[in-house]
């Protein structure tokens, strides 16, 4: 497992900007002070907005099969209604 660099806190404190920069890229560091490691900077892990069709595919794989009038007697009970036409409000 890799390490990640050191910093001492002056560092943190006098070159946070260009660290900052290091941490948005994807790089980690370890913070000292007085010689004791005291925590990590770490980036944030990024949400992916898509999903591509076979990754979809592969999740749905093993997703349980859909009753479609289960599942659309759920949806009217939760939306209070019992239509069976959905143009009839």
Known sequence: MKSNPEITQRDL???SREIMDAVER????TVTRDGHRIGELIPLRRRRRFVTRQEFAAMSRNAPAIDP???RADQDAA??????DPYER
């Open 69 to 71: 009038r289960a599942f």
């Open 13 to 15: 404190r006098n070159r």
């Open 79 to 84: 939306a209070g209604h019992d239509a069976d």
């Open 26 to 29: 994807g790089e980690s560091f």
